[in-house]
């Protein structure tokens, strides 16, 4: 436990995977070069953020050590690397839901900031902001982004990370709550703020 909660550990993670964050960032990145399509370029700069605040996140207070939970949020995390942009699409409309995702995780990232983690850990409870209004806006982003790239960039492969994404995200959900509501203020904070992922819905 010591070892997870270490700032050498944590460092090193964060340089590793921030990587993997960075290359799958300069891929839409080269790809709006060849194709200049605006929704490679955004998707490229949100996950260059997402790698600069990964790399510098705080160290956590408590992580969980079990193995699914780790399982779950690497696959969970990481299976978006595996996303092909292409230059077709069944509904090509649907690019300006990846935008409205994008746009909401850039919100929810300037919120969470150094609090970015993929593993059910505690570090600081960010209760103000967009999370006021709702507990996993990261997740509500990933959801709106994924489903209109995959639905602008339509492939079979695509399909099939996209179903793995959504699992995983579901299940992400309820094993991060279950460890944070180990915390009393975290407990109070899910009786203020009721819904998960949609206001009012859900």
């Not at 992580?63 to 939970?69: E, N």
């Not at 299940?171 to 709550?177: K, S, V, W, Y």
Request: one cysteine or more; proline letters at 4%.
């Amino acid at each position: 436990m010591k070892l997870l909660q270490s700032k050498a550990f944590n460092l090193a993670v964060g340089l590793l995977l921030g990587a993997v964050w960075g290359y799958f960032a300069y891929r839409h990145l080269a790809a709006f070069q060849m194709h200049h399509i605006w929704a490679h370029l955004l998707y490229g700069c949100v996950e260059t953020l997402i790698a600069a605040f990964f790399i510098s996140r705080a160290s956590p207070q408590t992580i969980s050590t079990r193995p699914l939970d780790w399982l779950i949020a690497f696959v969970g995390s990481f299976a978006p690397s595996f996303f092909t942009p292409v230059t077709w699409g069944v509904v090509p409309a649907a690019e300006n839901l990846l935008y409205a995702g994008l746009v909401l995780q850039l919100f929810a990232l300037v919120f969470l900031n150094r609090s970015l983690g993929i593993v059910p850990a505690k570090r600081e409870i960010k209760t103000r902001g967009i999370y006021a209004v709702m507990r996993h806006p990261m997740y509500t982003s990933h959801l709106l982004a994924i489903t209109g790239y995959v639905l602008s960039n339509t492939t079979v492969a695509n399909c099939g990370v996209y179903a793995v994404i959504v699992v995983c995200i579901f299940l992400r959900i309820a094993r991060e709550e279950a460890h944070l509501a180990l915390d009393p203020l975290y407990r109070r904070y899910m009786e203020r703020v009721r819904h998960r992922l949609i206001p009012y819905v859900f």
